[in-house]
């Protein structure tokens, strides 16, 4: 078994090898503070293993785990942290990132964690100062609303997921501030770097793909999933109805029916169904969505796997649907009256990517505004796709090669 030391170095050589770990004080404060102190009971080698390790649970599912460091490095990179920033993270966890963070910043620097829970934030305080980092400020708030009393922030790091940039952590930027958050765009989790330009005025400098737990409390989003009767079938609209999405429940009228085959233009990978095509396709149609079901015979032994799961990309229309299939081979199979004309709408977006030469998460770049903070918003240059988020940010999303 490795001694802690033994595993911690390993670790960051890989995240160096892969070229997650860039910057020399990120690399310093990942070579510095203890993960398996955060982790106490898990033996070096797992405290030390590039995995989330989930923490805390709610009715079987997860509600606080440890990062993943890769995860970590990459956020970290984008929030280009400096020493003597004042720095809010909201969504403590164990408090591991809070301590990076508060190696970066140094003692001219000021770190302060909030969680939604109690018993996290304990925890939180426990680690840290078993690490000898207990200048981090852990408190128990809901983040939804920032952190006031310690506001103005040089940067604001979300580590949960949120479906809308809102105004209170807008409002507590400095005026050359960054917020990094994982912010769910179109039904893809991104992690956006914002820099802030003005009052109420961002512009991404870096879109990652990311996997988080939620936000609970005030900034929770209830979600649009629709649950199809029989079979396990869930269906993630792209966007709510009333932003144009058909009614999901469309696939449960016609998923019995055998469908009809064509081949796909494009083979793809199962991250290219959140991180490249299917948000490509999700940003220029809102009927866009994603089937998920449990493995099995029959249409689920055709979707893609992941995770235990299977999954396909789709456009629902009023009275018919199109799946972009894995195997055994890449095939868009149509049901229902209307699923010719889907998959027609289907494979030209497939195309219209192929184009574009495959772009990923990486190449968008992301404006937003928040209404309330700016007097005469203006319209803007025109975007790929124009979404009001779920706080009411205007986000105008577009392809290209994204800043970094
Ligand atoms: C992925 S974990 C955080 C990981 C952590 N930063 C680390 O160092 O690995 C997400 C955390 O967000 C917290 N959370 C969820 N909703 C919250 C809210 N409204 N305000 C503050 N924290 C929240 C959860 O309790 C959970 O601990």
Known sequence: MPTPEDARAGLVADLVRDGRLRSPRIRAAMESVPRHLFLPGLAPDAAYADEAVPIKSDGGVTVSSVSQPSMVAIMLEQLDVAPGHRVLEIGAGAGWNAGLLAHVVGTAGAVTTVDIDDDLVAGTRAH?????????????????????????????????????????????????????????????????????????????????????????????????????????????????????????????????????????????????????????????????????????????????????????????????????????????????????????????????WLRAGRPHAADLRIDAVVPELVPAPGAGPPGDAEIVDGAGTRLRVAWGIGPG
């Not at 960054?178 to 769910?184: M, Q």
């Not at 820099?195 to 991404?204: D, E, Q």
């Not at 689920?300 to 235990?308: I, R």
């Open 128 to 352: 840290l100062a078993a690490a000898g980092l207990d200048r981090v400020e852990a408190v128990t708030a809901d983040g939804a609303g920032g952190y006031p009393p310690s506001a103005p922030y040089d940067r604001i790091e979300l580590t949960v997921g949120s479906t809308g940039v809102r105004p209170e952590w807008v409002a507590q930027l400095a005026p050359e501030g960054r917020l990094l958050l994982p912010l769910t765009v179109r039904g893809s989790q991104l992690s956006v770097a914002f820099a802030h330009t003005g009052p109420g005025r961002l512009v991404s400098t870096s879109v990652r793909s990311c996997a988080f737990v939620r936000l609970r409390g005030a900034g929770a989003d209830p979600g649009a999933d629709a649950e199809l009767s029989g079979g396990g079938w869930t269906v993630q609209p792209s966007c709510r109805s009333g932003d144009g999405a058909a009614d999901p429940r469309v696939l449960e009228r016609v998923l019995d029916e055998p469908g009809k085959d064509r081949p796909a233009p494009v083979r793809c990978t199962v991250s290219d169904l959140w991180d490249g095509l299917g948000l490509w396709c999700a940003l220029a149609d809102t009927a866009v969505v994603r089937l998920l079901g449990p493995p099995g015979d029959g249409l689920a032994s055709a979707l893609f796997g992941v995770a235990g799961a299977r999954v396909a990309l789709g456009l629902a229309s009023a009275d018919g649907c199109a799946l972009l299939l894995a195997d055994p081979r890449a095939t868009v199979r149509s049901f229902g009256p209307g699923g010719e004309a889907a998959a027609d709408r289907l494979v030209a977006l497939a195309d219209g």
